[in-house]
């Protein structure tokens, strides 16, 4: 309408937006950008998780067989899961320990980055939430982890798992489910400004590997499982060396003598000293 006077107009139209857009912002601002933080540690917990499940090597020498059977280098669920706070959700200036026996807090240990103002009287609250409201706050409340284990995908992968159980055939065993998928995951605290306060928002990390865990406790059980794999091993016995004795003896006959002529040899000392000792003994992990 012509001849209304609209001075003042900018300032009623810029207060309004500074009252209910740009402050609203500003204050959920730090909110907002621990949202990323959040996701990058849940993507590196999955990622750990797949990967340390599979070249995880037992420090304790009474957990590796002494014989030729099989044994596989995987970790325990139980300790997989207990490492995750303690290498992802920690403060700085703590030590990671592969064998961590303290308890783990959640308020006491948490790092700063996870920690935020979610209501209105408090300053510093954890930004993550518990998974489920019906359990009590302990090591694992504010975080899930799945994980499971199949066989290599596609028609190829199929194949080739079959191949390799033909070789349980001969004693030698490797993973028939090498094909490792995790997944980790963490709900956040919800904002006390509306509407941020029903979000409530799950942040979650995947990994898959595909990896075969397998490891040799000590020089006799490389020799023994690999010996495995070795077809002239069926003529190492006592009748077959007789036979070699008395061969040796004749004319031209000096490599058939037993300590020239090895049926079923296997040499393990050509692997690297590191690769070969007992696991958990004195300068090999212990």
């Not at 609209?6 to 500074?18: D, M, R, Y």
């Not at 907002?32 to 959040?38: D, Q």
């Not at 490797?174 to 509407?195: A, C, D, F, G």
């Not at 004749?250 to 070969?276: D, M, Q, W």
């Amino acid at each position: 309408m012509a001849g209304v006077n609209e001075k003042g107009q900018a300032l009623v139209e810029g207060s309004i937006a500074l009252s209910f857009v740009i402050v609203p912002l500003l204050v959920l601002l730090p909110y907002m950008s621990k949202m990323t933080e959040v996701q990058h540690r849940v993507s590196e917990a999955a990622q750990y998780t797949s990967w340390e499940r599979t070249v995880w090597k037992d420090s304790r020498p009474s957990l590796l067989p002494n014989n030729g059977s099989h044994h596989s280098a995987l970790m325990q669920e139980g300790a997989l899961a207990m490492s995750v706070p303690w290498r992802f959700y920690q403060k700085n200036g703590l030590l990671i320990s592969s064998e961590n026996r303290n308890e783990w807090d959640w308020d006491e240990n948490v790092h700063p980055l996870l920690k935020s103002q979610t209501t209105q009287n408090s300053s510093n609250d954890n930004l993550l939430s518990l998974t489920d409201e019906n359990i009590a706050d302990g090591e694992f409340s504010r975080f899930e982890r799945t994980e499971r284990s199949g066989k290599t995908p596609g028609s190829i992968g199929s194949t080739v798992d079959n191949m390799v159980g033909l070789l349980s055939f001969t004693g030698f065993r490797l993973e028939r489910k090498p094909y490792y998928q995790t997944e980790v995951s963490t709900k956040l605290q919800n904002h006390y400004i509306e509407p941020f306060d029903k979000l409530n928002l799950r942040f979650k990390g995947n990994s898959a590997l595909m990896a075969s865990g397998w490891n040799a406790g000590g020089i006799d059980h490389a020799e023994k499982r690999v010996k495995k794999l070795v077809l002239t091993t069926v003529l190492d016995n006592g009748l077959v060396r007789l036979v070699q004795r008395i061969g040796g003896v004749i004319p031209f006959g000096k490599e058939l003598k037993t300590n020239s002529l090895k049926f079923g040899h296997v040499a393990p000392e050509i692997l690297p000293e590191n690769r070969l000792c007992r696991y958990g003994t004195e300068n090999c992990g212990g």
